[in-house]
């Protein structure tokens, strides 16, 4: 995931939040390929899945 952000202007506070909601969505991305990765796993679609 990339995420640029250019001319931003705002608070320290304004700051936080971003970077908090920034970090939740990614949080939350990542679980959710975790899970999908996981169920296919368990489904036998990945049949060549390696654990690294």
Do not use: F
């Not at 608070?11 to 296919?40: C, F, H, N, P, Y």
């Amino acid at each position: 995931m990339n995420i640029t952000i250019d001319k931003m202007s705002g608070s320290e506070a304004d700051l936080q939040r971003l970077g908090s909601t920034v970090s939740e969505a990614i949080r939350q991305t990542q679980m959710k390929l975790s899970t999908e990765l996981s169920q296919q796993v368990r489904s036998g679609i990945a049949a060549s899945y390696t654990r690294l």
